[in-house]
């Protein structure tokens, strides 16, 4: 069986007249396998966004092929496209924003059924709205309410109906609850984890967060700067960061224990403008254990055990590199 | 022992709104002692920012302040000071970094000019070169390499992360012994606020300064503050050293809170319903409909009950923890 989602060489800039190019994504490969939670992570401007919009095809890449369930994506005619649209949704960071305010929370949940499923009555209409209104938590009423009318978290609720109507394999999660209250999000962490178990579905789960990140994923793709500096299950990640800047991203976590205060890896320097281009590494400007190697020529991704892969050539000395605990 | 640094007691904020009135802020009381940096906490509508803005007279003009004090020792009570010592106090004594660095920057003038229209505003006769100085001196303290170049652009040219570093340097260039900070690394990245925090904890307990730090982040509370105050429907409804109410939290709603943090492999704490309307003030606890351990008691409102352990908690389980655990 191929993977869901294939990612192969994806490149993207994008040009501005009169600006310098903004180097987004830079030679991106990726898997992603039916029924998991694929978490990209990193910083603003790391290019998680960018990759999210290109597998919905909400942008084409400059090169590279995006294949889903093994059909390149960039070779498809607009009325497969449709389909496969349908199969493949999206839930954005700020749900008031991505919902009409002017529309009824029906009309906005039925809405992409009108367009892929063009021969349902009204009734069926009707009754598939409800059941994915129930499916997410919102009462019946909710269907006759305006977004406006609804709390944060209830509108969210809405994004996530509107998401799984039309009974898609995978959803593009882009920071969900990065603008709602902790209790809030709790709520919908569960949600979302009951409709994957309940309806199959694969997520590709995007969040700079790096505690929701742990909570939700089953692999993660670190991303810096435009691109995959290392992937590998939750646990590979988690408990042995092989690539510098996964260090220094996962211990600049704050944990809410205040007896854990964990040593910190601190960058200097701040992160690049995405207008420079890299030869080699391009955490090598910022990086403890840069050497002259790095900036020879491209670091590619190499597997270390297991699914765990970085792009880093001094990834067996990573593990040496922490710094002295926070005082209080 | 001397006395807090700033002594905050029964401080209400009411503010209209259209026919009815938010009752915002609710007879909270709190100290910020020497060294210390205090964190509030709570979750979106709680009053935590309402109510350091009422500390700072920032409000708008729809709010008003029934009662409560808020005494900075040295310079008396905040909210009684009439206008030309509340400048004096303002950014001398008390400095304020908010979320949003750019709001707090003009954008038409050079940082330069900025910088030293402060220095001017409370030292007669600072010279151009002299502000300069200063502020250089304190960019150079909040991480920017080059201030020079920082002092002859403008805000628009910053970054998020350089921006706040400003408004920070700005906050403690007059040496003000506490500084209240809202929000003051939400948004931007983790490592650098990281290293803003870093920077600012440093600053803030030096020199028997202090600070008081508004933010949602539990983590940020429980790696950076001493003490943190918790807020609930406008009121502290728990108090004390961070290092015991972050790990044996005694009021429900601190407890439902850091049980929200995903921690992989525990299931989340789902609190049932939503933040009451602040349009009506309840006269019972404000937490009680969406409490699993709410009895009969509750429909009275529980005062905050000091314990002795430096811990301040206001419920009714507190009084009767047997009967309580019977139910």
Known sequence: ?328 | MAPPLLSVRDLSVRIRSGESIVHAVNDVSLDVEEGEIVGVVGESGCGKSTMVKAVLRLLAPEAEVPSGSAVLAGSGDLLALDHKRLRQVRGAHVGYVSQNPFGALNPIYRLDRQFHNLVAAHRKGTSRGESRRMAAKMLDAVGIAGPDRVLDGYAHQLSGGMAQRVVIAMSFLLDPRLVIADEPTTGLDVTVQRQILDMVAELARADGRAMLLVTHDLGVVAQYCRRVVVMYAGRVVESGPVADVFTSPRHPYTQALLGAVPRPGQPLERLPGAVPDLRVLSEGCAFAPRCRSAFDACSVRPEPTPGGDGRTVACHLEKEPADAAAR
């Open chain 1, 1 to 328: 069986m191929p993977p869901l989602v294939e990612l192969a060489g994806v490149n993207k800039t994008f040009r501005r007249p009169g600006q310098a190019p903004i180097h987004a994504l830079n030679d991106i490969s990726l898997t992603m396998n039916e029924g998991e939670t694929l978490a990209l992570i990193g910083e603003s401007g790391s290019g998680k966004s960018t990759l999210g919009r290109i597998i919905l095809r909400l942008l084409e890449a400059d090169s590279g092929t995006v294949r889903f369930e093994g059909t390149d994506l960039s070779a498809l005619p607009d009325r497969e496209m449709r389909y496969l649209r349908s199969r493949l949704q999206a839930v954005f960071q700020e749900p008031y924003e991505s919902l009409d305010p002017r529309l009824s929370v029906g009309s906005i949940v039925a809405e992409p059924l009108r367009v892929h499923e063009p021969g349902l009555s009204q009734a069926e209409l009707r009754e598939r709205v409800l059941t994915c209104l129930e499916q997410v938590g919102l009462p019946p009423d909710a269907a006759g309410r305006k977004p406006g009318a609804l709390s944060g978290g209830q509108q969210q609720r809405v994004g996530i109906a509107r998401a799984i109507i039309t009974r898609p394999q995978m959803i593009v999660l882009d920071e969900p609850t990065s603008s709602l209250d902790l209790s809030v999000r709790a709520h919908i962490l569960e949600l979302l984890a009951e409709l994957q178990r309940e309806l199959g579905l694969t997520y590709l789960f995007i969040s700079h967060d790096i505690h929701t990140v742990e909570y939700v994923s089953s692999r993660i793709a670190v991303m810096y700067l435009g691109r995959i500096v290392e992937t590998g299950t939750v646990r590979e990640v988690f408990d042995d960061p092989r690539h510098p800047y996964t260090r220094a991203l996962l211990s600049a976590r704050l944990s809410t224990d205040p007896r854990e205060s964990p040593p910190q890896l601190r960058l200097t320097g701040d992160i690049a403008a995405p207008t420079t281009s890299h030869h080699g590494c391009v955490l090598a400007g910022r990086c403890p254990l840069v050497t002259a190697e790095c900036t020879a020529g491209p670091v590619r991704p190499r597997a270390l055990t297991g699914d765990h892969e970085v792009a880093c050539v001094r990834a067996d000395e990573t593990p040496d590199l922490l710094a002295p605990a926070v005082s209080r």
